[in-house]
């Protein structure tokens, strides 16, 4: 059973456009939703983070919405940019114990 | 300045022969986690330890282990490799599991099993 569940599988954006990216969560026990970027040959690095008690988190062109009773968070890049091109995972986790990750998005921005 | 290191980068061995993948962290966190990564895929968990505190995941398999002499450092052993063990191996860390901090990656060992 996927607990978190991604869309789209890949992405493909003109630099300067607004990519999105979804994910659906069924346990309500999480409470901590972070977004990963994750380059070729690379680890994951932390991209911006949100808990249950805000709706919106903004840090520079990303933004993350979170929808409590919808179980649903999703990751908006403004002003894409070619270097944002990357694999993007949502997780989730009760106090950032065992993240429970997505499947994935393959961002591809083109220039 | 890095914090999570992983070694060596590329790893290549031979089926069934013992391999170990190291991980180092200068954070000085209380978690460090194992992850295996296969291609398109994403991050799975296998272990982790809190301290000393030993944890494997239901559906680790048992050709995996694990072993943390102390704060900083952290192995993967995989005993017998098969052809299926082949992946990224990706080390983390976090201070905890109470206060609500993120987890760290190191970038990542590359094994491949011929």
């Known amino acids: 059973q996927q607990q978190v569940k991604q869309s789209p599988q890949s992405l493909i954006v003109q630099k300067g456009g607004i990519s999105i990216i979804n994910c659906a969560y069924e346990n309500t026990a999480f409470d901590y939703f972070p977004w990963y970027q994750q380059f070729p040959g690379k680890g994951p690095a932390l991209l911006i983070a949100i808990r249950p008690d805000v709706s919106e988190k903004k840090e520079g062109r990303f933004t993350i919405s979170f929808n409590k009773s919808a179980k649903q968070f999703s990751l908006h890049i403004m002003d894409s940019q070619p270097g944002d091109s990357a694999t993007y995972f949502c997780a989730a986790s009760r106090s950032n114990y065992k993240l429970t990750f997505g499947k994935g998005t393959l961002l591809t921005v083109n220039p | 300045d890095a914090m999570v290191i992983q070694n060596p980068r590329y790893q290549v061995t031979q089926f069934g022969k013992p391999v170990t993948l190291s991980c180092s962290q200068t954070?000085?966190?209380?978690?460090m986690y194992w992850y295996q990564q296969k291609s398109s895929q994403a991050p799975k968990l296998l272990f982790h330890?809190?301290?000393?505190?030993?944890?494997n995941e239901a559906d680790t398999p048992d050709n995996f282990q694990s072993r943390r002499p102390n704060t900083s450092f952290c192995f993967l052993d995989i005993r017998s490799p098969g052809l299926g063990d082949a992946a990224m191996y990706l080390c983390a860390t976090s201070r905890d599991m109470i206060t609500k901090e993120t987890q760290y990656f190191g970038p990542g060992t590359r094994l491949l099993v011929l």
């Open positions: 954070l000085n966190h209380n978690v």
């Open positions: 330890y809190y301290d000393k505190d030993f944890n």
